[in-house]
């Protein structure tokens, strides 16, 4: 019941519901005065006013007695108030309080209604009165209250009041009309307008705060007709009538009726911003007029620009034709010495050849040195990043060192350590140009000792490995005071007019730099007369591709054999030991012969033989021959296989050595590879496992020569399988025979067709695909090919490119038919050797290169492989350049010229029939050929003549068109065929002058 009443407050406030209040109360309260008042009707209505939960009470306005209570008086106010002063008991005062005698309510105004609020002092609580005077039986009128304890809601209203005048930003709210007013302003915005509080701000208008009235009566139009606006930017001003400028925000609040309520907005001052706007501007302006004033200098600027760009690319253009000129003749001077030092030259004359051919590649070497620091000085080197071999790569770069080590007697170490990952990403060319570098100076500067290329791991995760390289050596050393200006261009630790190492300075500069690229620091360690130490620290990424299993039983050949390493050198000790720690080898090392031969007879009488030796040429007091020959004199440790490794091997060592009785020879610094092979091989693989019922120097000695690097490279070049897909029957002689020089041979086919048929029966290691052949194109075959590779178990055969087109369309065409890699015509022994270098090496797994894949097509393609391509000229046999591609054989050049003098005739005549009969691709294909042949041969003008006619039956060209003069110009191949095969060059180099 009580929450019936509490809620009947609702229907109270509104005029209907009061009215009804006052009609019962008109008509009923009166009865609860007199005796005998309380009838049944009466007490219901005293409940339903004590009921309704707020205080209700009459008074008199002119004696101020209470003439009525309800409950919630009485509660508030004590019980026995009636009859008492309204004015003492509900208001605490000592007089009559304004509220009793409100002329709002009687006078003229009687029957009307006042709402007005005050805070009661009796019990200090907020109350909303409603207010009416009513007319009393006794016909005077009345004052009848109806108090709502809004307590709560002025706690409300006060916080909401707080939180608005603590807001930064100015509120308020107004309004309608030219002249609205304020009825309602937080501090925020008083203080804006320079008023001391919000009651004063309030009784401003709202037009006296703007500058311009037009600008008011804008916005007040734009606000009725869209409803708000968003940070209006308007011109104010305060109560004293300073401007400022605000960002304005209001919206129109209405009434259900759809009437103009108010008006609520919020107000920022962005004088500020403003003025800083007009700062700027300002500044702009003076900028402005700054340019115009310097105009005539910008325009000199601009001048001095053009020069100093002209003369730019005038030292650019200075520096490649110098590059281009000086390389022409150095190439020229190094080419011909090779063929010279190929002749019978005396011993004075070879030392004379010699002397040229080491000047002129230090020419080039300084060239290049100059070339790649302007490079890098102007930030236009870019790093590759391809897949690449790292283990290979070092390998292949300590080859380049042995001979000079072994002339000043050092001893060159390679140590790469076991978990330096093999199959890395990044740019092998620039890495091998720092360390060669680095290790050129530390032969330069070492007289005796040692220089180790030692290559561990720092760190790495799944994706990257990061990779210490550090180059150390026994040389002279450098100063501190050196060492600060070492990496600077042009300067030597060694600058004495009378210097003994020679150099430019340039390489550490050089060097210091790339690393940097690379993302590393070159750093030095030394002292002068002990020996320096170069390292850096760089990243590489790892290769996707992952190890494949397989070949398990090959790489544990190894394990569990029993080596013994005799080497006076701690460093070759350390770096054999980590080899056979990885091949899961048992091994001992000992620095002497007389210790090794201690060691050899306690492991017999122990009944544990070692199954090899490992041992240096050079050692004091015994070296490896007589230790040699002091094991094959003893019966129980004669049949021990031995292996010599030597600072420096040549052809025809291999026989003094095998009278020693050695079984095989490396020459130092032994590659990974190289040394596995040869230990698998001596042993023999039926060797590679403990048998315990072998008696002591009971070995199953391989019954073959003597094994060298050279052996072991030559055995893989003759078990690896080359097939050569090409029609032109000049460029088949040229390919054999380079092939063959680099003893290799190859499977001829003349068509895609049949290397398609001969990859489907046989096992081929690598195709060399001409690209242009008849019937079935290289393109189709390699597609063809592809196809099989699909559901082939074992990887894929490489296939590379070999054509005469050389543009950047055609290298993507070969990667879109599935081809590796590119080689241009015409083929130069050179670049040959190179492809089979890269793709021919069939290394045996370990367990770095397991699995190892090609390199991905998209890098390797790219690579530059048009070295052998001639410049346009109109020379008629160019007979260097035949001889220089076959190694200066002239034998073999006359073989190919006369090959070519039989074969080319007839495709000028199937040219000339092919054309007359309008077929356009079997005439751009014969074309090709032609071109293809002469550019072998260096019959530079045919190529040229036979390329016009080539480029002419190009798709999208009309062949008929041109037909009349393209057969003048096949006339023109004839013609330059006979002045070929008439040249004394040709006669001479075919043998036609003694026929």
């Given at each position: 019941?009580?929450?019936?009443?509490?809620?009947?407050?609702?229907?109270?406030?509104?005029?209907?519901?009061?009215?009804?209040?006052?009609?019962?109360?008109?008509?009923?309260?009166?009865?609860?005065?007199?005796?005998?008042?309380?009838?049944?009707?009466?007490?219901?209505?005293?409940?339903?006013?004590?009921?309704?939960?707020?205080?209700?009470?009459?008074?008199?306005?002119?004696?101020?007695?209470?003439?009525?209570?309800?409950?919630?008086?009485?509660?508030?106010?004590?019980?026995?108030?009636?009859?008492?002063?309204?004015?003492?008991?509900?208001?605490?005062?000592?007089?009559?309080?304004?509220?009793?005698?409100?002329?709002?309510?009687?006078?003229?105004?009687?029957?009307?209604?006042?709402?007005?609020?005050?805070?009661?002092?009796?019990?200090?609580?907020?109350?909303?009165?409603?207010?009416?005077?009513?007319?009393?039986?006794?016909?005077?009128?009345?004052?009848?209250?109806?108090?709502?304890?809004?307590?709560?809601?002025?706690?409300?209203?006060?916080?909401?009041?707080?939180?608005?005048?603590?807001?930064?930003?100015?509120?308020?709210?107004?309004?309608?009309?030219?002249?609205?007013?304020?009825?309602?302003?937080?501090?925020?915005?008083?203080?804006?307008?320079?008023?001391?509080?919000?009651?004063?701000?309030?009784?401003?208008?709202?037009?006296?705060?703007?500058?311009?009235?037009?600008?008011?009566?804008?916005?007040?139009?734009?606000?009725?007709?869209?409803?708000?606006?968003?940070?209006?930017?308007?011109?104010?001003?305060?109560?004293?009538?300073?401007?400022?400028?605000?960002?304005?925000t209001a919206k129109v609040i209405r009434q259900e009726n759809g009437e103009i309520q108010y008006f609520d907005g919020l107000v920022q001052d962005i004088s500020r911003q403003?003025?800083?706007?007009?700062?700027?501007?300002?500044?702009?302006?003076?900028?402005?007029?700054?340019?115009?004033?310097?105009?005539?200098?910008?325009?000199?600027?601009?001048?001095?620009?053009?020069?100093?760009?002209?003369?730019?690319?005038?030292?650019?253009?200075?520096?490649?034709?110098?590059?281009?000129?000086?390389?022409?003749?150095?190439?020229?001077?190094?080419?011909?010495?090779?063929?010279?030092?190929?002749?019978?030259?005396?011993?004075?004359?070879?030392?004379?050849?010699?002397?040229?051919?080491?000047?002129?590649?230090?020419?080039?070497?300084?060239?290049?040195?100059?070339?790649?620091?302007?490079?890098?000085?102007?930030?236009?080197?870019?790093?590759?990043?391809?897949?690449?071999?790292?283990?290979?790569?070092?390998?292949?770069?300590?080859?380049?060192?042995?001979?000079?080590?072994?002339?000043?007697?050092?001893?060159?170490?390679?140590?790469?350590?076991?978990?330096?990952?093999?199959?890395?990403?990044?740019?092998?060319?620039?890495?091998?140009?720092?360390?060669?570098?680095?290790?050129?100076?530390?032969?330069?500067?070492?007289?005796?000792?040692?220089?180790?290329?030692?290559?561990?791991?720092?760190?790495?995760?799944?994706?990257?490995?990061?990779?210490?390289?550090?180059?150390?050596?026994?040389?002279?050393?450098?100063?501190?005071?050196?060492?600060?200006?070492?990496?600077?261009?042009?300067?030597?630790?060694?600058?004495?007019?009378?210097?003994?190492?020679?150099?430019?300075?340039?390489?550490?500069?050089?060097?210091?730099?790339?690393?940097?690229?690379?993302?590393?620091?070159?750093?030095?360690?030394?002292?002068?007369?002990?020996?320096?130490?170069?390292?850096?620290?760089?990243?590489?990424?790892?290769?996707?591709?992952?190890?494949?299993?397989g070949k398990k039983t090959r790489l544990d050949t190894l394990k569990g054999i029993k080596v013994l390493v005799v080497d006076d050198n701690r460093t070759n000790r350390l770096?054999?030991?980590?080899?056979?720690?990885?091949?899961?080898?048992?091994?001992?090392?000992?620095?002497?012969?007389?210790?090794?031969?201690?060691?050899?007879?306690?492991?017999?009488?122990?009944?544990?033989?070692?199954?090899?030796?490992?041992?240096?040429?050079?050692?004091?007091?015994?070296?490896?021959?007589?230790?040699?020959?002091?094991?094959?004199?003893?019966?129980?440790?004669?049949?021990?296989?031995?292996?010599?490794?030597?600072?420096?091997?040549?052809?025809?060592?291999?026989?003094?050595?095998?009278?020693?009785?050695?079984?095989?020879?490396?020459?130092?610094?032994?590659?990974?590879?190289?040394?596995?092979?040869?230990?698998?091989?001596?042993?023999?693989?039926?060797?590679?496992?403990?048998?315990?019922?072998?008696?002591?120097?009971?070995?199953?000695?391989?019954?073959?020569?003597?094994?060298?690097?050279?052996?072991?490279?030559?055995?893989?070049?003759?078990?690896?399988?080359?097939?050569?897909?090409?029609?032109?029957?000049?460029?088949?002689?040229?390919?054999?025979?380079?092939?063959?020089?680099?003893?290799?041979?190859?499977?001829?086919?003349?068509?895609?067709?049949?290397?398609?048929?001969?990859?489907?029966?046989?096992?081929?290691?690598?195709?060399?695909?001409?690209?242009?052949?008849?019937?079935?194109?290289?393109?189709?075959?390699?597609?063809?090919?592809?196809?099989?590779?699909?559901?082939?178990?074992?990887?894929?055969?490489?296939?590379?490119?070999?054509?005469?087109?050389?543009?950047?369309?055609?290298?993507?065409?070969?990667?879109?038919?599935?081809?590796?890699?590119?080689?241009?015509?015409?083929?130069?022994?050179?670049?040959?050797?190179?492809?089979?270098?890269?793709?021919?090496?069939?290394?045996?797994?370990?367990?770095?290169?397991?699995?190892?894949?090609?390199?991905?097509?998209?890098?390797?393609?790219?690579?530059?492989?048009?070295?052998?391509?001639?410049?346009?000229?109109?020379?008629?046999?160019?007979?260097?350049?035949?001889?220089?591609?076959?190694?200066?054989?002239?034998?073999?050049?006359?073989?190919?010229?006369?090959?070519?003098?039989?074969?080319?005739?007839?495709?000028?005549?199937?040219?000339?029939?092919?054309?007359?009969?309008?077929?356009?691709?079997?005439?751009?294909?014969?074309?090709?050929?032609?071109?293809?042949?002469?550019?072998?041969?260096?019959?530079?003008?045919?190529?040229?003549?036979?390329?016009?006619?080539?480029?002419?039956?190009?798709?999208?060209?009309?062949?008929?068109?041109?037909?009349?003069?393209?057969?003048?110009?096949?006339?023109?191949?004839?013609?330059?065929?006979?002045?070929?095969?008439?040249?004394?060059?040709?006669?001479?180099?075919?043998?036609?002058?003694?026929?």
């Amino acid at each position: 019941m009580g929450f019936v009443f509490s809620n009947l407050v609702l229907i109270l406030l509104s005029a209907a519901g009061f009215a009804l209040l006052l009609f019962f109360s008109m008509k009923f309260l009166p009865l609860l005065k007199g005796e005998g008042r309380c009838n049944t009707f009466s007490e219901q209505m005293k409940s339903l006013l004590d009921g309704l939960g707020q205080p209700v009470y009459v008074a008199d306005p002119n004696s101020y007695e209470l003439l009525f209570v309800n409950k919630a008086i009485e509660d508030a106010f004590g019980e026995d108030i009636l009859d008492k002063k309204c004015y003492e008991v509900l208001q605490g005062f000592e007089s009559p309080c304004p509220f009793c005698t409100n002329q709002a309510i009687f006078g003229e105004h009687t029957g009307d209604t006042l709402i007005w609020e005050h805070r009661n002092r009796v019990n200090n609580r907020w109350y909303q009165c409603i207010d009416k005077a009513i007319k009393w039986p006794d016909g005077r009128f009345v004052r009848f209250e109806l108090a709502i304890d809004i307590e709560a809601q002025k706690h409300l209203e006060e916080e909401y009041k707080s939180l608005v005048n603590n807001l930064p930003i100015g509120l308020y709210r107004n309004t309608p009309g030219p002249t609205g007013q304020f009825i309602m302003a937080n501090k925020a915005i008083a203080k804006m307008f320079g008023y001391n509080d919000p009651k004063e701000f309030m009784k401003a208008s709202t037009a006296s705060l703007y500058q311009n009235p037009e600008e008011r009566a804008a916005f007040s139009e734009k606000l009725l007709r869209l409803g708000s606006i968003v940070s209006e930017e308007l011109s104010l001003k305060k109560k004293d009538g300073t401007p400022f400028f605000g960002a304005v925000t209001a919206k129109v609040i209405r009434q259900e009726n759809g009437e103009i309520q108010y008006f609520d907005g919020l107000v920022q001052d962005i004088s500020r911003q403003k003025l800083a706007e007009l700062e700027l501007r300002k500044a702009k302006d003076e900028i402005l007029q700054a340019n115009q004033k310097l105009k005539a200098e910008i325009v000199r600027a601009n001048e001095l620009a053009v020069r100093a760009t002209a003369a730019s690319e005038a030292k650019s253009a200075f520096l490649a034709n110098m590059s281009h000129e000086i390389r022409t003749p150095m190439n020229a001077i190094i080419g011909m010495v090779e063929i010279l030092l190929d002749t019978g030259l005396d011993d004075e004359q070879a030392e004379y050849a010699q002397i040229v051919m080491n000047s002129a590649e230090s020419l080039l070497n300084l060239l290049n040195d100059i070339l790649d620091l302007s490079k890098i000085e102007a930030e236009k080197i870019e790093l590759e990043e391809i897949d690449f071999d790292l283990r290979l790569t070092l390998e292949s770069l300590a080859d380049l060192f042995i001979k000079r080590a072994a002339d000043k007697d050092l001893e060159l170490v390679l140590i790469t350590e076991p978990d330096v990952p093999a199959l890395v990403r990044g740019d092998p060319g620039r890495l091998r140009q720092v360390l060669n570098n680095l290790l050129n100076n530390a032969i330069k500067f070492t007289e005796k000792g040692e220089v180790v290329l030692h290559v561990s791991l720092v760190s790495e995760d799944e994706n990257q490995a990061r990779i210490n390289f550090n180059v150390r050596d026994t040389g002279i050393g450098i100063s501190k005071e050196k060492q600060a200006a070492l990496f600077e261009p042009f300067t030597q630790a060694d600058t004495s007019t009378t210097r003994k190492f020679g150099g430019t300075g340039l390489g550490l500069a050089i060097s210091k730099r790339l690393v940097e690229l690379m993302g590393g620091n070159l750093e030095v360690e030394s002292r002068l007369g002990n020996g320096s130490s170069f390292s850096f620290k760089i990243p590489m990424y790892k290769q996707r591709t992952g190890s494949k299993p397989g070949k398990k039983t090959r790489l544990d050949t190894l394990k569990g054999i029993k080596v013994l390493v005799v080497d006076d050198n701690r460093t070759n000790r350390l770096w054999l030991s980590l080899l056979l720690e990885s091949w899961k080898a048992m091994h001992d090392e000992v620095p002497d012969g007389k210790t090794a031969l201690d060691f050899l007879f306690r492991s017999q009488k122990a009944g544990q033989p070692y199954d090899i030796v490992i041992m240096d040429a050079q050692m004091p007091e015994m070296d490896g021959i007589e230790l040699a020959s002091r094991i094959r004199a003893e019966e129980c440790l004669s049949g021990i296989p031995l292996v010599m490794l030597t600072s420096f091997g040549a052809r025809g060592d291999a026989s003094a050595l095998a009278k020693a009785g050695f079984d095989a020879y490396l020459t130092k610094p032994v590659k990974k590879q190289v040394l596995f092979d040869c230990l698998t091989t001596v042993i023999g693989t039926h060797a590679a496992k403990t048998d315990s019922n072998r008696e002591p120097g009971d070995f199953e000695k391989p019954e073959k020569s003597m094994l060298t690097r050279h052996s072991l490279e030559e055995k893989k070049k003759h078990a690896f399988r080359i097939l050569l897909a090409e029609d032109n029957r000049t460029n088949q002689i040229v390919a054999l025979r380079m092939l063959e020089k680099l003893g290799y041979s190859a499977d001829v086919v003349e068509n895609g067709q049949q290397a398609v048929d001969k990859v489907k029966t046989e096992k081929y290691d690598l195709v060399f695909m001409d690209c242009q052949m008849p019937g079935m194109d290289g393109y189709e075959a390699t597609r063809a090919i592809r196809r099989l590779d699909r559901g082939a178990t074992s990887s894929k055969v490489p296939i590379v490119a070999m054509t005469a087109y050389a543009m950047e369309g055609d290298r993507e065409k070969c990667i879109e038919s599935g081809m590796d890699d590119y080689l241009a015509k015409p083929i130069r022994g050179a670049g040959l050797e190179k492809m089979l270098k890269k793709w021919g090496a069939k290394e045996i797994p370990t367990h770095e290169n397991a699995g190892k894949g090609p390199e991905r097509r998209e890098n390797s393609i790219k690579e530059d492989n048009a070295a052998g391509t001639n410049e346009n000229t109109k020379i008629l046999f160019d007979e260097e350049a035949l001889l220089d591609r076959l190694q200066g054989d002239r034998f073999l050049a006359g073989q190919v010229m006369t090959a070519f003098l039989g074969d080319a005739p007839n495709l000028v005549e199937q040219l000339k029939a092919a054309l007359s009969d309008g077929n356009k691709d079997e005439t751009h294909r014969l074309a090709h050929s032609l071109k293809g042949a002469a550019a072998n041969v260096g019959a530079e003008h045919l190529r040229e003549k036979a390329l016009e006619i080539e480029k002419a039956a190009e798709p999208g060209i009309d062949l008929d068109s041109i037909k009349s003069d393209l057969i003048h110009k096949i006339d023109d191949l004839s013609k330059i065929l006979s002045e070929i095969e008439s040249s004394p060059k040709v006669r001479s180099l075919t043998g036609a002058e003694k026929s």
